[in-house]
């Protein structure tokens, strides 16, 4: 008898290695030319914590994943990756924490983009198992994105073509058989498919990922929607009961501390009457800073009194603000329109003139949501086309039409030509900076935009410094270091002089880091206006890890050098960092009259990169400003062997 074959000794599994709490652990990637969806691991645990998420897992995808020789890829490349992240704070009981965030290379700079949005498809993306989605290459015709856990399909989207973003998603929920927020819906409306330079993408009827055109790179993919089931898939903390206290003592700050309180009780509807106060609310695209409205009727309260609200918060979020509302008079009597943050009040209000129609502003500002265009940029755009008509650098014949400041129907009859390119709107669909300088002379010195190409977000920036030059320094193409928060946490002064030029910049460089930090996190940027220390006790909590501000601070401003390096691969360099003529000039009157940020402006620009360890003349992160963040081998890459 032959003696048994016994089997060969099995060798020992490798043992994996354990998740950390908050983390869905995997990747989904799309393919659109070859109609492909899989699901990969996104790294070890200790990637996990040096991206954690958003901007900070986007931004290495995007820095590997775009190289063409040794340039970038163009945002309208089937190499272009659009990616849709989340983080480890998403799906847990931290308030606003459904967050998005969009990062690609964008069509407005040609550069790299990271913008947020909330409401409910991080949760929803979490709860099916992913952490992120990369989508690359370009469907041959319309499609969208089906996500229900296990199941993740790309889907005919031709009978969805010419809808806008509300007829998208009710569309879609209608087909699916889902209802409320069962189903996230982030889609393009017509500005998207055709491919305006500052399209945005708009999901859950309101929420807008809206900077650098975004949502002309999901057009130019031909995806014309991300449907996301909220799906089955349990997360985990490793400590819920420190989640729970670390989420109460931000909900505590945020409903008691002065500087947070009113953003808890009304969201941004402040921003008018304090901005205004300031100097910085922008008035007919900066011709002045003053005003014979009643801004009584701009107070916060009775902006609120004067809709029907319906509640519309993000997930599990307590702060009162993105509601949905309802008109009670005029014209549009019944419509329901989502209550604008500041900057709608702004870009479809103050911007172009309307001083006094709130009812007209809360409708216009819906329609720019529908049709998929950032109210900012558009508020830069419409503004710029009223004053040339008055001042006659532009013509009715030119424009199609006659466009007075205040004129809410011409200005929405505006989008559509923008929306569709029809007519001049085909000029304007490129953006104001692309659009003046194709006219040139006083269209040029009246137009509001950034050497990049990027335009500032719906602020007077003349009175605000530091936004100014946040936005012009940053890599992303919108502010890259955000508004002061509890800077002192960080050893920054409490307050400085915001018209002197060297303090500006020593605050901005120094709170440098907490915004991408925050944006890599899954939360909305609202409800992280508390102590850094609170944001990451709950992030330790739902990790497992005892992630320091140090550390959060570190992680953002490595973040932040990624971007750069992308941004210089595409040709962004430091001689386009400087305002237009417009958006730089010094306001005659109103608070901050007379304040020439011009005359400082070199003087900012160079302290600024004193003090983040940037190289002026070539833009680059210095080696040791890249080896102190632990980028030894992006040193090697931009410096060589000077590294």
């Known amino acids: 008898m032959m003696p048994a074959i016994k089997d060969a000794p099995k060798k020992a599994a490798k043992p994996q290695p354990t998740l950390p709490g908050g983390f869905a652990g995997q990747i989904l990637r799309v393919d659109l030319a070859k109609r492909k969806c899989w699901g990969e691991p996104w790294g070890s645990p200790s990637e996990m914590r040096d991206q954690l998420g958003g901007i900070g897992l986007g931004s290495r995808i995007l820095y590997e994943e775009t190289r063409k020789g040794k340039g970038n890829v163009s945002w309208d490349h089937a190499d272009n990756r659009l990616i849709l992240a989340t983080g480890p704070l998403a799906g847990l009981p931290v308030w606003g924490t459904g967050g998005l965030t969009?990062?690609?290379?964008?069509?407005?700079?040609?550069?790299?983009?990271?913008?947020?949005?909330?409401?409910?498809?991080?949760?929803?993306?979490?709860?099916?198992?992913?952490?992120?989605?990369?989508?690359?290459?370009?469907?041959?015709?319309?499609?969208?994105?089906?996500?229900?856990?296990?199941?993740?399909?790309?889907?005919?989207?031709?009978?969805?073509?010419?809808?806008?973003?509300?007829?998208?998603?009710?569309?879609?929920?209608?087909?699916?058989?889902?209802?409320?927020?069962?189903?996230?819906?982030?889609?393009?409306?017509?500005?998207?498919?055709?491919?305006?330079?500052?399209?945005?993408?708009?999901?859950?009827?309101?929420?807008?990922?809206?900077?650098?055109?975004?949502?002309?790179?999901?057009?130019?993919?031909?995806?014309?929607?991300?449907?996301?089931?909220?799906?089955?898939?349990?997360?985990?903390?490793?400590?819920?009961?420190?989640?729970?206290?670390?989420?109460?003592?931000?909900?505590?700050?945020?409903?008691?501390?002065?500087?947070?309180?009113?953003?808890?009780?009304?969201?941004?509807?402040?921003?008018?009457?304090?901005?205004?106060?300031?100097?910085?609310?922008?008035?007919?695209?900066?011709?002045?800073?003053?005003?014979?409205?009643?801004?009584?009727k701009w107070e916060a309260p009775k902006l609120r009194e004067g809709f029907d609200h319906r509640g519309h918060q993000c997930n599990s979020c307590g702060m009162h603000h993105c509601h949905m509302s309802v008109i009670r008079q005029g014209p549009n009597k019944g419509k329901i329109v989502d209550e604008p943050e500041y900057e709608g009040w702004s870009g479809a209000g103050w911007t172009i003139g309307v001083t006094g129609d709130i009812d007209g502003v809360a409708w216009l500002n819906t329609q720019l949501d529908r049709a998929c265009l950032d109210v900012n940029e558009f508020g830069w755009v419409c503004g710029w086309v009223m004053e040339g008509l008055e001042k006659g650098w532009l013509t009715k014949q030119q424009v199609g039409f006659d466009l007075k400041w205040g004129d809410i129907q011409g200005a929405n009859r505006l989008i559509q030509m923008i929306s569709k390119r029809e007519g001049f709107g085909d000029l304007l669909a490129e953006g104001v900076k692309r659009a003046s300088e194709k006219l040139g002379g006083a269209a040029l010195e009246a137009s509001i935009f950034l050497g990049k190409g990027a335009s500032p977000r719906g602020h007077d920036h003349r009175a605000r410094w530091e936004e100014m030059l946040d936005t012009a320094t940053s890599s992303t193409a919108t502010m890259e270091t955000g508004n002061p928060v509890h800077q002192t946490?960080?050893?920054?002064?409490?307050?400085?002089?915001?018209?002197?030029?060297?303090?500006?910049?020593?605050?901005?460089?120094?709170?440098?880091?907490?915004?991408?930090?925050?944006?890599?996190?899954?939360?909305?940027?609202?409800?992280?206006?508390?102590?850094?220390?609170?944001?990451?006790?709950?992030?330790?909590?739902?990790?497992?890890?005892?992630?320091?501000?140090?550390?959060?601070?570190?992680?953002?401003?490595?973040?932040?050098?990624?971007?750069?390096?992308?941004?210089?691969?595409?040709?962004?360099?430091?001689?386009?960092e400087f305002p237009s003529k417009r958006y730089g000039s010094t306001p005659q009157d109103g608070p901050a009259k007379g304040q020439a940020v011009s005359a400082q402006w070199d003087t900012m620009v160079q302290t600024w990169y004193d003090e983040v360890g940037y190289d002026r003349k070539t833009g680059k992160p210095l080696p040791k400003t890249l080896k102190e963040l632990g980028l030894d081998s992006l040193a090697k890459e931009l410096w060589g062997s000077r590294a």
């Open 102 to 296: 969009v990062v690609t290379i964008g069509a407005g700079t040609n550069g790299p983009t990271s913008t947020q949005a909330n409401g409910f498809f991080g949760t929803n993306l979490k709860y099916c198992g992913y952490d992120a989605i990369v989508i690359q290459g370009q469907a041959r015709d319309w499609v969208y994105l089906y996500i229900d856990d296990d199941r993740v399909e790309i889907r005919d989207a031709k009978p969805y073509v010419g809808k806008d973003t509300w007829e998208t998603q009710d569309a879609l929920s209608a087909d699916l058989g889902m209802r409320g927020h069962q189903l996230s819906v982030y889609s393009i409306g017509p500005a998207g498919e055709h491919l305006a330079r500052f399209a945005a993408i708009q999901g859950d009827y309101g929420h807008v990922a809206s900077k650098n055109g975004v949502g002309a790179v999901m057009g130019k993919k031909k995806l014309k929607a991300v449907a996301i089931v909220k799906g089955t898939r349990a997360l985990t903390a490793n400590d819920p009961r420190g989640l729970v206290q670390a989420a109460d003592e931000i909900a505590h700050d945020l409903k008691t501390d002065p500087s947070a309180r009113s953003l808890y009780e009304y969201g941004t509807l402040p921003g008018v009457v304090n901005l205004n106060k300031l100097g910085a609310l922008p008035i007919k695209n900066y011709t002045t800073n003053t005003t014979d409205a009643d801004l009584s």
């Open 489 to 576: 946490e960080v050893g920054l002064p409490a307050r400085i002089n915001p018209f002197n030029g060297i303090e500006v910049a020593k605050l901005v460089a120094g709170c440098r880091g907490r915004r991408n930090f925050e944006d890599s996190l899954g939360i909305c940027i609202f409800t992280t206006r508390t102590r850094l220390e609170n944001v990451c006790r709950a992030l330790s909590a739902a990790t497992g890890w005892r992630y320091t501000v140090e550390e959060a601070m570190r992680q953002g401003r490595r973040t932040a050098a990624i971007n750069r390096a992308v941004a210089l691969r595409c040709g962004l360099t430091p001689a386009l």
